[in-house]
């Protein structure tokens, strides 16, 4: 069963409680019939000590019993609560207070009795509860041995004692239900953010994802979370921002050529024409659907590696070769602009051939259209320990700083203006890019009077 943090922490709490008080109750009542046993331990040993006194004066004429129970009677005024019974050894009475209970009783209780023990009993006479001791004392003088039972009434005390329990009681009642109520409130209070988290949680959708937790209100125990979830949202809200671009530039690009199409498509219909003129449209409508097979098939390579798709293969490859074979295939584009392609050291590593291929020929595609006429391109491998570096610079207008960092976004372009039929879709470094990524390495590019530097670094794996 999912019970609430709420009633789980009340629950303790008040069990808890429930713990506490019934310690507290159980000391205080214990350390109080301590204090009442130890005062009328001390009364009694009192009355004895008394007793042992008159038993004791030379004066007293043992035979006279009358005065002795006189002077007892007087120690006694005012003690109702003292119970005495008074007995020779030999069997004569000297002093019986009114409630005292008969000797036989008082043997089956105190058997055997000595001289000096002094130990407290608990008695029941008459509906009333006693401490009561049972002594010998032996008078000096006389040398007669006297048998006194002492006993003190428990009522007042007892009497206390209860109505101290129901007052502990009802207290503690109390109490504990001002702890559970208190309890209760106080968790409420404390989760109460958790609730208005789950408020903004149920609000977020696509559409409104702008919403964020509002930290000041959060206790501290709760930051962290708190923390985590704003950060999730705006990674969230970043990736949809993402995504939003990327179908409306999808959108963007996909129907410029298709407007082109159509109006080649509905000028050549707008009248008769010859088969030749016909063939010339067909002709130049393979080109445009050649792009945008290509830009497709670019597209869908992206979407694979935002999903982790693409696994590079592991082919032993030595770079100089694959980039040579770059070289002449771009050896007739860089020729009609006079460009001269230079590659200078070797690197070998690991990877997926055509990959590597396809990421280092967007660079080159890229310098080739960028370059300066009758400049070099110059291509730099480097092997160092278990990393390789290729690096790719031209001749060139200089890319400003701030244009530099969206270079490697989806269908960035530096300068829209130039963006014509015969010109890319923005792809290209973006590909360059996740493919680097997928063989965990790194791209990064400079500009700088007039030479712009692209540099990847992979490892050589294996
Ligand atoms: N070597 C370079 N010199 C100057 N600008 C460059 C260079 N390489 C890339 N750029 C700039 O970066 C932009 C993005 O390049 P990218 O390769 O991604 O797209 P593209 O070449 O325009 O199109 P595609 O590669 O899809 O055919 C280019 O439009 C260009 O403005
Ligand atoms: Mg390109």
Not at 83 to 110: C, D, I, K, W, Y
Not at 298 to 324: G, H, T
Request: glycine residues 6%; hydrophobic residues 45%; negative net charge.
């Amino acid at each position: 069963m999912n019970t609430s943090i709420t009633s789980r922490i009340s629950l303790l709490f008040s069990t808890l409680a429930v713990l506490v008080l019934l310690a507290m109750g159980y000391v205080i009542n214990a350390s109080v019939e301590h204090h009442f046993e130890v005062q009328d331990r001390m009364a009694l040993e009192g009355k004895l000590a008394l007793l042992q006194h008159l038993l004791a004066e030379p004066s007293l004429d043992v035979a006279s019993n009358l005065s002795l129970h006189e002077r007892i009677d007087d120690a006694l005024v005012g003690h109702h609560e003292l119970v005495l019974r008074l007995e020779a050894t030999n069997g004569t009475l000297v002093f019986e207070s009114s409630h005292a209970p008969p000797n036989a009783f008082l043997e089956g209780v105190f058997e055997p009795y000595s001289e000096g023990a002094f130990q407290l009993h608990d008695l029941s006479l008459e509906h009333h509860r006693f401490r009561a001791v049972m002594v010998l004392i032996s008078a000096p003088v006389s040398g007669e041995n006297y048998r006194v039972f002492l006993a003190i009434d428990r009522s007042i005390h007892d009497t206390f004692l209860e109505n101290f329990h129901q007052q502990l009681i009802a207290v503690g009642a109390l109490g504990l239900a001002l702890i559970c109520l208190f309890g209760w409130l106080a968790t409420r209070h404390g989760l109460r953010p958790l609730t208005s988290m789950a408020q903004v949680a149920e609000g977020i959708s696509a559409q409104k994802i702008q919403a964020r937790l509002p930290m000041r209100h959060l206790p501290a125990e709760l930051h962290s979370l708190g923390n985590s979830f704003n950060e999730m949202l705006d990674r969230l809200e970043a990736a949809l921002a993402r995504l939003n671009d990327f179908s409306s530039d999808i959108a963007h690009e996909l129907r410029t050529p298709i407007t082109n199409l159509m109006t080649q498509v509905q000028v050549s219909l707008s009248r008769d024409r010859s088969a030749e003129e016909y063939r010339e449209v067909l002709y130049s409508s393979m080109e445009e659907y050649e792009r945008l097979a290509a830009m497709i098939s670019d597209m869908l390579f992206l979407a694979k590696s935002d999903n982790d798709q693409i696994v590079p293969r592991q082919e032993a490859l030595d770079l100089r070769r694959e980039v040579d074979a770059l070289f002449e295939f771009y050896e007739p584009l860089a020729s009609e602009r006079g460009l001269q392609l230079a590659c200078t050291g070797e690197a070998k590593l690991w990877g997926g051939r055509l990959m590597l291929q396809r990421a280092i020929g967007n660079l080159l595609s890229n310098a080739v259209r960028y370059a300066y006429a009758d400049s070099v391109i110059e291509v730099l491998l480097r092997q160092a320990g278990a990393s390789v570096s290729i690096e790719l610079s031209n001749q060139g207008d200089t890319i400003p700083p701030e244009t530099l960092s969206q270079l490697f976004s989806r269908f960035y372009r530096a300068d829209a203006a130039r963006h014509r039929s015969d010109e890319g879709a923005g792809l290209g470094l973006a590909i360059t890019r996740s493919i680097v990524l997928a063989h965990r390495g790194s791209i990064t590019v400079r500009s700088e009077q007039g030479v712009t530097r692209f540099e990847i670094l992979l490892p050589s794996g294996g």
